[in-house]
């Protein structure tokens, strides 16, 4: 027992601190894996873009856009 604190706050704190290290490190898995699905996102709406371009040239082929 000589290497727990007497002091309640002591212990507290001890117990705090190790909450505080775990809070930080699920923190920062979580920012890693919010980049990777930001940009699992770009890749997407890059596909999505490509296919309204290709769908707009398929329309103006088939003459099937309207006039503006």
């Known amino acids: 027992m000589a290497d727990e ?3 309640i706050v002591l ?3 001890h117990r705090m601190d190790g909450k ?3 809070i930080i490190e699920d ?3 979580l920012k ?3 980049t990777s699905v930001e940009e699992g996102l770009v ?3 890059r596909r999505v873009d490509r296919i309204e371009e290709r769908l707009d040239r398929i ?3 088939l003459d099937l856009t309207e006039v503006r």
Do not use: A, F, H, S
Request: net charge positive; proline share 5%.
């Open 5 to 7: 604190p007497d002091n």
């Open 32 to 34: 890693v894996r919010m």
């Open 59 to 61: 329309e103006r082929r």
């Open 20 to 22: 505080l290290d775990r």
């Open 27 to 29: 923190v920062q898995n």
């Open 43 to 45: 890749g997407v709406n």
């Open 11 to 13: 212990v507290m704190l």
